[in-house]
């Protein structure tokens, strides 16, 4: 898909419409959009909490004066998947208000964090995490019209984690999707909006090409025929994660 896409001429805003609606089919949300990766992703989702549509808000950050600009995460999710993860928020001009300790959260250490300066809440899903579940954080943001961003890069399941409460997930489209790097947002369509529009602010230097564009629908159509099971099955097996991808086996660079 992607070697016959490279050497035709494409209206990019068009092949997005239709990455968004594969990824909608696929996930059950409501829209998606096809980001330069799943870190691209978390800085744009994080840059849509914060400026909604408002053109003017985009152009303005990292800039985030005036704006609601905390994001809320749990301490034991500041974790490193190749780079830290505070930086993705913080690319966006929010500011990380970590909760609880490394071993566990308390619901009232969430809610004391909530404020009126909550942009969003990262809820990062990776073995190295521990947390409270999605439903229960979602259901208290939500109560506070906070809107839940979800990293799932290194997660199989395209539809639960929408269902448990996430706003917007975030998925790796070149992990087990198998496709061209890239990343995925899935999510409300307010939001999903808000994200596409980054890219006339912060995320113009993020933008993904047509050609990882086209191999994640592929990817995405791929998914519908694959063999689940079997896959599970075949990962099961494996004690890797995929989340550490800046640095070899023991720990050394690559180069």
């Avoid at 229960?136 to 943001?141: E, F, G, H, L, N």
């Avoid at 592929?218 to 995929?242: E, T």
Wanted: proline share 3%.
């Amino acid at each position: 898909a992607a070697a016959e896409i490279l050497p035709e001429f494409v209206d990019l805003n068009d092949l997005h419409r239709k990455a968004s609606v594969a990824i909608a089919r696929l996930t059950g949300a409501g829209a998606g959009f096809v980001t330069a990766s799943a870190s691209a992703g978390m800085t744009l989702a994080v840059a849509a909490c914060m400026t909604g549509a408002d053109l003017g808000k985009i152009e303005q950050l990292p800039d985030a004066a005036g704006m609601k600009d905390e994001v809320i995460v749990q301490l034991g999710h500041l974790v490193n998947y190749g780079a830290p993860v505070d930086q993705a928020i913080r690319l966006a001009g929010a500011r990380v208000v970590p909760v609880g300790q490394v071993t566990g959260v308390r619901h009232y250490q969430l809610e004391h964090a909530l404020s009126d300066r909550t942009a969003a809440l990262m809820y990062v899903v990776s073995h190295h995490t521990v947390q409270l579940p999605l439903a229960q954080v979602a259901q208290m943001c939500h109560a506070r019209r906070v809107p839940v961003v979800a990293d799932l890069a290194s997660e199989y399941d395209l539809r639960g984690f929408l269902r448990a409460g996430a706003d917007v997930a975030i998925y790796s489209a070149h992990k087990f999707l198998g496709g061209l790097t890239a990343g995925i947002l899935a999510g409300t369509k307010s939001l999903i909006r808000a994200a596409f529009l980054q890219n006339l602010g912060i995320g113009r230097g993020m933008k993904v090409g047509k050609e990882a564009i086209a191999g994640t629908i592929a990817a995405l159509a791929a998914w519908g025929q694959r063999d689940h099971a079997g896959v599970r099955g075949l990962f099961g097996k494996s004690n890797g994660s995929s989340k550490a991808e800046g640095a070899t086996a023991n720990g050394r660079l690559p180069f």
